[in-house]
């Protein structure tokens, strides 16, 4: 369960990002979070990966209030909330496996236990032929699963995309899409920041609308209006 | 712990292949850390010695004073013996003349052109000599004082002690300036490494700066983050500590009978700096290892603290 509270967010003085924001996301949901560009929809992300601190309100995953986070507490929410971007953020010098890797060995993971499941996630993300590719080398979609695979290295119990279909032609967005339902259904959370309706049409999923820092609606199998 | 074992090995992984991808930088680097560190194992040295000359010096001060010619040696022996009842005087002992005499020849009785000089001499040219040791170094110049007074201006010819001790302050003075240079010298040097490494650490951490934002993202903790520069780091200083050790013990080897010969000659056993530095390699590369292990730490820990947030 992720809740969040009364939650604000100024960057400055002048105008805030968020406003009195207060949301209730039980584990295992699937949430699309839409609204005009400027609306606060990274932000919201942001703060649940403590890429940012909220200024006002809480914020509890599950029980741990990570309003106040400790510097050092940090990585360990990290792993437990996986996150992709519309640009990828891959390491160009390494091959798809050695990404996913990459993400592994940062949590201490033991090199057999990563050599074990790097290909099970590669698996999942139906790229396991491509494991020993370079970025350079593959399509938008599939650059975009490699950074799913890797988001998904510690088994985190929320996923984050914010516009994970942004750089992608519709055929590829919806195999992105797939790929998160599938997820979800593993039982991840997921919460997916987007400007596509068609996605959000087709998902059938709960919807939350931002308007310039509020929640505006939020609707059970909703569909993209703005 | 096995956890924490496979991070350390993975962090030590990462600090060499920073070192290799950098390796000009790091061996520029490790250059000057190992001539700070000969530097500072100088003076170390220096000091040592200084105070190993000093002390043989000081042994070596024999303040004499000579007689006149015509002192008949009952005299001698009571101004030996007022000499010696003071309580700052540990021996006096008297050498008269005909003992300087035979000394003399004994020293050079393979001489014979001395030989021939002597036996042309009608008179014995030495005189009686009074040797003072002091119970205190210090106490030589009250003493000297003592026999240049009135008192004993009859008896006394010359009293012989100024010449050591301006050999003294003059070896002093020479050392405190070797010293200083050295001090300058090392003072630079170090600076020097703190400003490569501090440079040579924040090019690293540009050029790691999309994985290190792509670590922060998959959750590394900071020790996963900066410990590869950190040990990079101290690595090169480990590195300098060996380079210099493997400079510093065969030149001291080298310089050692140079060093005797200046120093120590016409000892028994001549203080060797060479055995000191064996005997003593544990402090020797303990500083070293101190200091550059110090000088590593601080110029990292700087370097990340300004451009790893
Ligand atoms: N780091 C920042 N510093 C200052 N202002 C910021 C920062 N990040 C976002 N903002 C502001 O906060 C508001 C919300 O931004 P946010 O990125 O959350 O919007 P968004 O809904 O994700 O938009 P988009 O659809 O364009 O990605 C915007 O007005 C933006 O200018
Ligand atoms: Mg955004």
Do not use: C
């Amino acid at each position: 369960m992720i809740s969040f509270s009364n939650v604000s967010k100024l960057y400055s003085e002048d105008g805030a990002a968020l406003r009195s924001v207060t949301l209730k996301i039980p584990t295992g949901d699937f949430v699309s979070i839409v609204g005009q560009s400027g609306a606060g929809k990274s932000t919201l992300l942001k703060l649940l990966s403590a890429e940012e601190r909220p200024s006002e309100g809480s914020i509890i995953i599950d029980g741990w209030d990570i309003t106040q986070i400790k510097k050092w507490q940090v990585p360990y929410l990290r792993r437990q909330v996986g996150v992709i971007f519309q640009d990828f953020k891959l390491l160009p010098k390494r091959t798809a496996f050695e990404n996913v890797a990459f993400a592994m060995e940062v949590g201490g993971a033991k090199t057999k236990e990563i050599r074990d499941s790097v290909p099970q996630i590669l698996k999942l993300v139906n790229l396991l032929e491509k494991a020993e590719m370079y970025p350079n080398e593959m399509s938008g979609g599939e650059r975009q699963r490699v950074s799913i695979a890797r988001a998904l290295a510690y088994k985190p119990q929320i996923l984050l995309a914010d516009e994970p279909t942004g750089n992608l032609d519709a055929l590829h967005s919806w195999d992105i899409v797939q790929l998160l339902i599938k997820i979800n259904k593993l039982g991840t959370t997921v919460l997916l920041a987007t400007h596509n309706d068609d996605v959000v049409n087709a998902l059938k999923k709960r919807v939350v609308t931002l308007s310039k820092g509020q929640v505006v609606s939020d609707q059970e199998a909703g569909t993209y209006k703005l | 712990m096995t956890m924490i074992k496979t991070s350390s090995w993975r962090i030590l992984r990462n600090a060499l292949q920073n070192f290799q991808r950098n390796i000009w930088l790091s061996l520029a680097t490790t250059i000057i850390m190992t001539l700070t560190l000969i530097m500072t194992s100088f003076l170390y040295f220096l000091n040592v010695l200084g105070s190993e000359v000093l002390n043989t010096i000081e042994e070596k001060v024999d303040l004499s004073a000579t007689f006149k010619d015509d002192i008949a040696e009952d005299q001698i022996s009571i101004i030996a013996e007022d000499i010696r009842s003071r309580a700052d005087v540990q021996e006096a002992r008297v050498v008269t003349s005909e003992q300087a005499l035979e000394d003399f020849r004994a020293r050079h009785a393979d001489d014979p052109f001395i030989e021939e000089s002597l036996r042309e001499l009608e008179k014995n040219p030495l005189p009686s000599t009074l040797f003072i040791i002091a119970a205190d170094p210090r106490q030589y110049q009250t003493i000297a004082s003592e026999l240049e007074t009135e008192r004993y201006e009859p008896f006394i010819e010359s009293v012989n002690f100024e010449n050591s001790r301006t050999v003294i302050e003059r070896l002093i003075a020479v050392m405190s300036g070797v010293r200083n240079i050295g001090l300058v010298t090392t003072v630079v040097l170090a600076s020097l490494v703190i400003m490569i490494m501090f440079n040579t650490i924040r090019l690293a951490i540009y050029s790691f700066r999309e994985e290190i934002d792509i670590m922060r993202l998959v959750g590394a903790s900071n020790w996963f983050i900066r410990g590869p520069f950190i040990i990079e780091a101290v690595m090169v200083a480990l590195l300098s500590v060996i380079v210099s050790t493997f400079v510093l013990y065969p030149v001291l080897e080298t310089i050692n009978p140079e060093v005797q010969r200046f120093f120590f000659s016409g000892q028994a056993e001549p203080f060797s700096i060479y055995s000191y530095a064996l005997s003593h390699w544990t402090t020797v590369i303990g500083l070293e290892a101190l200091l550059a292990v110090g000088l590593a730490v601080f110029s990292s820990l700087v370097a990340i603290r300004r451009y790893l947030r």
